[in-house]
Nanobody, 121 residues
Framework: QVQLVESGGGLVQSGGSLRLSCAAS????????MGWFRQAPGKEREFVAA?????YYAGSVKGRFTISRDNAKNTVYLQMNSLKPEDTAVYCC?????????????????WGQGTQVTVSS
């Protein structure tokens, strides 16, 4: 079993930055694919970014967001720059217990509870 706890969300003005963290406990996650997803009110959950030994991004965030991981700390990060009001959502960290890339939420076995990111215009 893996527990994931996100932190770092908040309210920021358009053009600002935030860094989200996701701390994993329970098992080592060095062999896992780690991902970030987001869900805005009234919308479906959508893929944001993922990392195994390389990084993957949704087109809407590429060039603005950076995903990284520190396996020694069992932590994955999402640095978000040039934030836009349309980035407003609950951001969730997820873990897939194989390193193969996927952007499909159902293929991730473990989820955090999420952290709210609100970008004001």
């Amino acid at each position: 079993q893996v527990q994931l706890v996100e932190s770092g969300g908040g309210l920021v003005q358009s053009g600002g930055s935030l860094r989200l963290s996701c701390a994993a406990s329970g098992r080592t996650f060095s062999g896992y694919l780690m991902g970030w997803f987001r869900q805005a009110p009234g919308k479906e959950r959508e893929f944001v970014a993922a990392i195994n030994w390389i990084t993957y991004y949704a087109g809407s965030v590429k060039g603005r967001f950076t995903i990284s991981r520190d396996n020694a700390k069992n932590t994955v990060y999402l640095q978000m720059n040039s934030l836009k009001p349309e980035d407003t959502a609950v951001y969730c960290c997820a873990a897939r217990p194989v390193p193969t890339y996927s952007s499909t939420p159902s293929e991730y076995a473990y989820w955090g509870q999420g952290t709210q990111v609100t970008v004001s215009s």
